[in-house]
C-alpha cells in the first residue's frame, strides 16, 4: 500500500484545529451534511442503527437524527475531543472501523475519505459492517478541489527554484469512487458531484481557512524545506492575477462527490437477464425496425 498521506500529522493538525474551534471554518462539512441529511430523508427505509464516522463537529449525525430515520447513532472519531459535552464516542483511527461484521444499517462518511492510504480497504470495512439491504452515504471532496491553489503554488514555486515538491493533495474522480463501490461489493450505487465556488479576500485567507480545518498539506513526500515570505507573496500575486473577480476577491473550487451504495438483500430490483424485455424498443420509439444484414 503507498503511503500518500502522513497519518500522524494530519492527526496533529486535527487537534490543533479543534483547539482553534473557528466555527466559520467548518462551512463546508455543513454542507455536505445537510446534502446528505436531505438524500437520508427521502430514502424509505429507517436504520435501526446508524455510525458517523470521523464527522468532526457531529453536525451531520445531528442532521441525520433529525430526519426521524434512525433509531440510535454513535459517532467514531481518532479525537475524544470532538464529543459533545455528556456525549460518549468510540475513539479509532481514521482507517479502522471498530464495528463488528453486519452490526450496523447506516454508515454515514462526511468529508474524511479523500485522505485514506488504503480507501479500497475502508470502503471494504464499510461493506462488512453493514447488514444486508444497510446503506452507506459518503461525502468526498473530489476532482477540481483547490485547482486554483495547486497551479499558483506550483507555478510560483517554479518560477522562483526551478523545481516543485506536492503542495495539494490529489483527489478522485467520480469514476475512481464509482470503481470503489463496485469493487467492495455495494449494489444500487448512486454518485454525483457537486461543485462549490467560494470566494476569499486573498490567499493568505485561503490557506487560514484550511489551517482552521487541519487540511494544510499533509502529503507524506512533501517537502520539508520552509518556504520564504517570498514564495508566498508571489504565489498571491498569480492568484490574484488568474482567479480573482471585478471587486479584487480570489476564487477557491471545493468539488463534493456525494456517493450511496447498498448491500445486497433479496429485495432489492435486480437488473433484467438479456432477451427477457417484453416490449420491442422500435414499437416503444414508434419507429420502423430495419435488422442488419449478416
Do not use: C
Request: hydrophobic share 45%; charged share 25%; aromatic share 6%.
Amino acid at each position: 500500500m503507498e503511503i500518500v498521506f502522513d497519518q500522524a500529522l494530519l492527526a496533529a493538525r486535527k487537534r490543533r484545529a479543534l483547539r482553534q474551534g473557528d466555527p466559520k471554518a467548518a462551512f463546508l462539512l455543513d454542507i455536505a451534511a445537510g446534502e446528505l441529511a436531505e438524500r437520508l430523508a427521502v430514502t424509505e427505509r429507517h436504520f435501526d442503527e446508524a455510525v458517523e464516522l470521523h464527522g468532526a463537529t457531529g453536525v451531520a449525525a445531528r442532521l441525520a437524527l433529525a430526519t426521524g430515520k434512525i433509531g440510535h447513532l454513535r459517532r467514531i472519531e481518532n479525537e475524544p475531543g470532538f464529543a459533545a459535552p455528556g456525549e460518549t464516542i468510540t475513539e479509532a483511527p481514521i482507517e479502522e472501523l471498530p464495528l463488528e461484521a453486519e452490526s450496523v444499517n447506516l454508515v454515514l462518511s462526511p468529508l474524511n475519505l479523500h485522505v485514506t492510504n488504503d480507501t479500497p480497504g475502508v470502503f471494504i470495512q464499510v461493506r462488512r459492517a453493514l447488514k444486508a439491504d444497510g446503506l452507506f452515504l459518503a461525502a468526498i471532496p473530489g476532482l477540481g478541489t483547490l485547482q486554483e491553489l495547486r497551479e499558483v503554488l506550483l507555478a510560483a514555486e517554479i518560477e522562483l527554484t526551478g523545481g516543485a515538491s506536492p503542495r495539494v493533495i490529489p483527489f478522485a474522480d467520480v469514476r475512481d469512487v464509482g470503481g470503489l463501490l463496485q469493487r467492495a461489493g455495494f449494489t444500487l450505487p448512486v454518485i454525483d458531484a457537486e461543485t462549490y465556488t467560494v470566494r476569499y479576500d486573498n490567499l493568505f485567507a485561503l490557506m487560514r481557512d484550511l489551517r482552521a480545518m487541519g487540511m494544510s498539506n499533509p502529503l507524506a513526500e512533501r517537502s520539508r524545506t520552509p518556504l520564504t515570505r517570498a514564495f508566498f507573496l508571489r504565489a498571491a500575486e498569480l492568484y490574484a492575477e488568474r482567479y480573482s473577480d471585478a471587486d479584487g476577491r480570489i476564487r477557491a473550487t471545493f468539488t463534493i462527490i456525494y456517493v450511496s451504495g447498498w448491500t445486497p438483500h433479496e429485495s432489492q430490483q435486480k437488473p433484467l437477464r438479456p432477451g427477457s424485455a417484453k416490449a420491442r424498443l422500435a414499437d416503444a420509439l414508434k419507429v420502423e425496425e430495419h435488422k442488419l444484414k449478416q
